[in-house]
């Protein structure tokens, strides 16, 4: 920077200094020329009236010391242009002179002058003429002519110191341009630091200049600049983390869309809901982000009309998300239009919408079930059945057990509603995994002698105490237990064994039953779903028991986890934290 400022100012200067004597030569070399040519012209006229003074006899004699004196050619005329005297040539070698325009000027005026290029010299020569009178009457003329070399000698000079001045001028020129560079450089140097530094985001102080010109000034307007910028900069970002804290503990995602209709802002919250599938969606538009034909409809429907729409849609493919859509305009922006988009989640309100519709179908379902026959059997001996005491004794044994169904049901509802909403509390110890499997079995065994099914319990005695409510894991192994004994075919076999890993107690139920489709493991565990509604129904279950065992390992800090093969068996693995965790 400081070579391009020192010879901007030094060209400056040159160009300045050189246009000057440009215009110097263009005004005063004609004007030199001139007035040295009318010095010599005068110098030549007196020599020539001082010739005149004299007889013609006598001049012819003293010629060449009067050219001597003049320093000039001395020729002498007749008045019929004859040269019968010359100071440097034969006078009758010479041609008649009477047509030349000094002799003309002269015959015609009395004085005549003529400027002329002499070939034999290589220079112009100035002649004049004097014409040589007795009376009225031309005698005849009398010419000097002296070449003008010592007017170009003296214009050469003169331009000799102009060339010189110019190279002087150049010098000071060059050590002004070095000084005044100088001291331009060395403010604007500082400033162009300083303005790069912010430019680069990097922290600055104040622009401190030792000079007392414009620079002070700039330097000082720079700085109030930058003030001014920081002060907006820092309103900005608080306006920023006021809006961003605003988003983040917003549970609706945020999304702004400019007068292009192309995404500029997305909140976290709406980024992290949708990232998975969508990706960076920033500078597209709707359809290019969400390829929702539905969302776009609505977004077009609001630019028709400028007015709120609020819609429902689904977006995703793997994993649809259910989104309650508001689309709205952005205020104060007067000068671009923008447009809001909020989404709320509604996913996991459709989802308990649906559970609890299918809640409700099925407890319904299920309680009707029992009641039906209880009633129906009920108006059978009312209707005069009793008086068969037989049939009598077996309607009534069908309805205890339909009773007995019913009561389970609803034990078995308001022990999962308990452990759902974590009104069951729980008074965990340390429990020895074999004996509670022990004494569980012993409530399973007589139903699974009727099956001819044969029980292994594989725990070691020696395994490790786990952390458990004593009820409520004998609550879990009689669901499990009483599920593979339920849904084992005779002479089939229910295995229980026990692994340890670092933070759990594993222990597995294994059974030789009919087993579960691979796309229907993952709904074991959901509440009142059957594999085989009727048959289930027949063996007395109430599509609880997994549901029940599920939110129980919840509870006790564990997890249930199930595999299964149509025809081969179902195997339930329970995890639960060790003892001393």
Known sequence: ??????????????????????????????????????????????????????????????????????????????????????????????ENHLNRPEVQEARLRGTGKSVRYSNSIGIDMLYVAVAVKDGNEITGYIRLARPLHEVQNIIDKVYQYIFLTIFIVAIIALIIALFFSYRLYEPIKTMEIFTEKLRQGEPVGTIILDTADETKTLADNINYLVEELRDKIRIANEEKSKMMAAFTSMNEGVLIINAQDLIEFISPVLSNMLAIQYGDVNSKTLMEAFRSVDLQKAFMEFKETRMGVSREITLGNIEPVILNVSISAVKDHPEEEKTMIVFHDVTRLKKLEKIRIDFVANVTHEIRTPLTAIIGYLETIKDGAINNIEETKRFIDIILKQAERLNRLVEDLLTISNVELDE???????????????????????????????????????????????DKLAQIFVNVLDNAVKFTPESGQVIIAADETDAYTVVSVSDTGIGVPKDEVQRLGERFYRTDRSRSRDLGGTGLGLSIVKHLMIAHGGRMEIESQLGRGTKVFLFFLKGNN
Request: net charge positive.
């Open 424 to 470: 069951v509390k729980l008074n965990f110890e340390s429990v020895s995994l074999n004996t509670a499997i022990t004494n569980v079995i012993s409530l399973v065994e007589a139903k699974a002698k009727t099956k001819n099914l044969t029980i292994h319990n594989n725990v070691r005695e020696n395994l490790a105490p786990i952390k458990a409510d004593k």
């Open 1 to 94: 920077m400081k070579k391009n400022l020192f010879y901007k100012i030094f060209f400056s200067y040159l160009v300045i200094i050189c246009l000057s004597f440009f215009l110097l030569d263009v005004f005063m070399r004609s004007e030199v020329k001139d007035v040295l040519t009318s010095q010599i012209e005068t110098e030549l006229f007196s020599y020539s009236q001082l010739v005149n003074l004299t007889s013609s006899g006598k001049a012819s004699e003293q010629l060449k010391q009067i050219a001597k004196i003049s320093n000039s050619r001395v020729t002498l005329i007749d008045a019929r242009g004859k040269v019968f005297a010359d100071s440097e040539k034969d006078a009758a070698l010479l």
